[in-house]
């Protein structure tokens, strides 16, 4: 996916063509305090949920993934294992159950407002986290790519800033290249970023 010389941290594929790369600089080091505690109110509640079954640092970027849909998209979480269609199920905001027992692949099952259906799938293959979110009703979907080696610098740290330093950039990849497209039908733009003096780390390829 990446020639070896290359570091990046986050990753948007679209099919067969190869898009230009574009970097900006991310902050390196962001401390607890420079997360928006609007945007985050909430994560402590579902990480002590989950923190006893984190295992891998993907994981904790899925969680994060789920995190977003729940609290900014007002989605719920479903288990189809419980019920016939994922509609007659009581959603809820934390993760089911055994949600990343199949690791390296998982699959979350969500729900709307409306009723309309959701399907996030990850996969891990060597440092690369896959998402795909898919609207079961609208036919829409997502793909875009994560690295978790680049971007967890532990996974029980005391605070998400300790635990994913540029966690609010991550938000904002994964709700304009994962969820913005799928939940509100909003199309990616090919090029979002302009190039850095830096050099620092953002390779991106933009997806339809």
């Known amino acids: ?37 609007d945007q985050f109110y909430g994560w402590q509640l579902l990480f002590y949920s989950i923190r006893r079954s984190l295992r891998k640092k993907a994981d904790l970027l899925l969680a994060l993934a789920h995190f977003l849909m729940t609290k900014q998209y007002h989605l719920r979480s479903v288990d189809p294992e419980r019920g016939r269609t994922p509609t007659r199920m009581c ?11 199949d690791a390296p692949n998982y699959r979350l099952h969500y729900v709307d407002e409306l009723e309309r259906q959701y399907v996030l799938l990850a996969r891990l293959t060597h440092q690369d986290l896959v998402l795909n979110l898919q609207n079961w009703t609208s036919k829409r979907m997502s793909i875009t790519c994560l690295q978790p080696e680049h971007l967890v610098q532990c996974l029980r740290g005391p605070t998400l800033g300790q635990c994913i330093p540029n966690a609010q950039q991550v938000m904002h990849h994964l709700r304009v290249y994962l969820v ?17 003096a830096s050099g620092s780390s953002m390779d991106m390829r933009s997806v339809e």
């Open 1 to 37: 996916m990446m020639e070896a010389h290359q570091t990046s941290t986050f990753v948007s594929m679209r099919s067969v063509k190869t898009m230009p790369k574009f970097e900006f600089e991310l902050e390196s080091e962001s401390g607890p305090s420079d997360l928006d505690a």
């Open 91 to 101: 959603g809820s905001e934390l993760l089911p159950k055994h949600w990343n027992r």
């Open 180 to 196: 913005n497209p799928v939940v509100r039908g909003q199309r990616v733009a090919q090029h979002q970023c302009r190039p850095s």
